[in-house]
């Protein structure tokens, strides 16, 4: 019953999530709605960001050492140019004649999905919930103005944060 009561008075004031995470911030909610990627984001040295002339191998022993399971490569001006996971390297590996000595942009994600460091970490967890075929673990971290990477969002800290 009071919760039937509740809903009905949220309905008639026009009591919004957004409302619900001003009033109660501290809960997971409310962390959310309020709180933006560049908070919870990976940056400088815990992030796994390559050059796109990085060999498969070297690659592969970079993210190993970030715990990442993913590199971001990116140009010299620090731009995205993809995205490269355990599984494409997994992949690469079963179907061909281990080639670790070629450059990461044969077998990277060209074009990978991104976020902004402004966007809300709701925004960041729908992107990668809904993203098809199947959900991602991990987004790179744009800059909005100027469209460099500055970061990654990996779903093991959203997880530890309780964002999830």
Request: glycine share 6%; aromatic share 6%; proline share 3%.
């Amino acid at each position: 019953m009071g919760d039937a009561l509740a809903m009905a008075l949220m309905t008639l004031r026009d009591f919004s999530r957004d409302n619900f995470a001003f009033f109660h911030p501290g809960g997971a909610l409310g962390r959310k709605l309020l709180l933006t990627v560049n908070k919870v984001m990976r940056t400088g040295e815990s992030a796994c960001l390559i050059q796109q002339d990085c060999i498969i191998l070297d690659a592969l022993f970079l993210m190993t050492q970030h715990r990442s399971g993913t590199a971001i490569v990116v140009n010299s001006q620090g731009l995205l140019e993809g995205i490269l996971t355990d599984g494409d390297i997994r992949r690469y590996v079963m179907y061909n004649n281990l080639f670790l000595q070629n450059p990461v942009t044969n077998i990277m994600t060209t074009s990978p999905v991104t976020v902004y460091e402004d966007q809300l970490i709701d925004d960041a967890i729908r992107i990668m919930e809904q993203h098809t075929p199947g959900a991602i673990a991990v987004l790179p971290v744009q800059e909005r103005h100027s469209k460099k990477v500055i970061g990654l969002i990996h779903l093991s800290d959203l997880l530890k944060k309780r964002l999830f």
